[in-house]
């Protein structure tokens, strides 16, 4: 972290880490990401923190309270593979999240199933209305590319932009 905060290159993108429901419910979680942010020297705004629907069903005062403690410094939270969990909109309404990730199972099919295409512009309406960002996950091909544009997803990942590679291997060029 403290390398790809520091290069011209990569200070300016985001590191976004899945959360495990195991990490999430230590005692010391906030204390931990927070030693870590300060030892490695690198901008908390620059940490978004990942975590799924289901996370959350076991103590989600707890899970507020400490999500809320890392936002006050700076981490981004997000709600990963929204919409394959226990989606609750009680739930939402009351999580301090910055993002919700479409699952990439709805972005596969939504142009050959009209479910799947409903689910997306209803993820990415709610989105708007509850002020949250909306990343696309998954996306292959330019005519996912196209459509999401279209309905007003401002962001969007998947093998059409690039596959997972080490950070060595990176290309900073930006992509269509």
């Not at 495990?20 to 908390?44: G, K, M, Y």
């Not at 989105?127 to 005519?143: D, F, H, N, R």
């Not at 997803?153 to 059409?160: D, F, H, R, S, V």
Request: proline share 3%.
């Amino acid at each position: 972290m403290e390398i790809w905060s520091q290069s011209e290159q990569t200070q300016h993108l985001t590191i976004a880490v899945n959360i495990s429901e195991h990490q999430l419910r230590r005692e010391d979680f906030v204390t931990t990401v927070t030693q870590q942010i300060q030892t490695h020297q690198f901008n908390p705004n620059r940490l978004e923190l990942e975590i799924t629907e289901s996370i959350l069903m076991t103590d989600l005062d707890s899970s507020i309270t400490k999500i809320k403690k890392l936002r006050k410094q700076g981490v981004t939270f997000a709600i990963d593979d929204f919409g394959t969990g226990y989606s609750s909109l009680n739930y939402l309404k009351k999580l301090p999240i910055d993002w919700l990730k479409i699952d990439q199972s709805f972005v596969r099919d939504m142009l050959n199933n009209k479910q799947d295409e409903a689910i997306v512009k209803t993820i990415l309406a709610l989105s708007k209305t509850m002020g949250l960002t909306t990343i696309a996950e998954g996306v292959e091909t330019e005519q996912q590319r196209d459509f999401l544009i279209k309905l007003g997803c401002p962001i969007m990942q998947g093998y059409l932009f690039d596959k997972p590679k080490r950070l060595e291997d990176l290309n900073y060029e930006q992509h269509p």
